[in-house]
């Protein structure tokens, strides 16, 4: 491995993620639409769940939607050139999935998938967007579009604990605080057991669990989740300090059991 180009390709990585996910669709679109900046309303946030509450079920499905699309886009574009943009004399920097999986990484500059670095940007650039102030969202959006999009297995059993939490409570601060939780220890669950060799390597077992044989899902990706996990937690302290106090929020829109 080159020393060098493994912490550069990071920090890459990182800056992409961040720039990218510092754009921001909810404020030019409140303001062109309803003369209103999400911010000065309701939670002050310009994030999916307040735009949903100002303006309706549509434009929480927009923001999200943009939301979801801003986390995963660097993540893809850093994947594509990083496996297969030959910039390492005729081989690119960084071995596809499934010789990582098998442990074929000889001859590649990067040998661990650097490219979940760029989900931690766009993170960061969500919560704090360098165009609109540093002022941003609470990462939810963040950790439902990763763990959609990079597995359908995590994805399945994300939803199931998102929905049956807020089925039970109401709250969708606490089903996402909830479901993160959840995600980061299944994750942690799965990146032991390729570690230990209990999934077979040279199979394609591994590649069932996520979307294909693309990204490498190891204790990397654990690592991501359980980042996004404790800054998500950490980002609804305020709620989690209304729902003790009995005075958050709950849904209107879904039956729920306990009120």
């Known amino acids: 491995m080159n020393i060098f180009v493994n ?35 309701g939670s002050h946030n310009p994030g999916a769940t ?23 886009s660097p993540l893809y574009i850093c994947w594509a ?9 005729g081989l690119p920097l960084l071995p596809s999935a499934s010789a990582m999986y098998a442990g074929n990484v000889d001859g590649y500059m990067i040998q661990w998938p650097v490219y979940w670095v760029a989900v931690i940007g766009a993170m960061l650039g969500g919560i704090y967007p360098c165009f609109i102030g540093f002022k941003g ?10 763990t959609l999009t990079t597995s359908w297995t995590f994805g399945v059993i994300g939803a199931l604990s998102y929905y049956f939490t807020l089925k039970r409570s109401g709250y969708v601060s606490l089903a996402s605080i909830i479901t993160s939780i959840i995600n980061a220890v299944v994750t942690w669950v799965w990146a032991i057991l390729l570690l230990l060799k209990v999934i077979p390597v040279g199979t394609y077992w591994q590649f069932f669990v996520n979307w294909g044989p693309m ?12 980042i996004i996990s404790i800054v998500l937690i950490i980002r609804h302290r305020t709620n989690i300090g209304r729902i003790k106090a009995g005075t958050e929020r709950q849904i209107t829109w879904m039956k729920v059991k306990s009120k």
Do not use: H
């Not at 050139?81 to 004399?89: A, G, Q, S």
């Not at 969202?137 to 990763?146: D, L, N, Q, T």
């Open 7 to 41: 912490i550069l390709v990071p920090i890459i990585c990182l800056l992409i993620g961040y720039l990218m996910g510092s754009a921001n669709i909810s404020i030019p679109l409140g303001k062109m639409v309803f003369k209103q900046d999400p911010r000065e309303f």
């Open 50 to 72: 307040n735009c949903g509450r100002l303006w309706g079920k549509k434009y929480f499905l927009i923001v999200f939607f943009f939301d979801v699309f801003k986390t995963i």
């Open 81 to 89: 050139i990083l496996t297969f943009v030959p910039l390492n004399n």
């Open 137 to 146: 969202g609470k990462a939810a959006s963040c950790m439902v579009g990763i």
């Open 215 to 226: 990204l490498y899902c190891n204790y990397v990706y654990a690592i991501l989740m359980t």
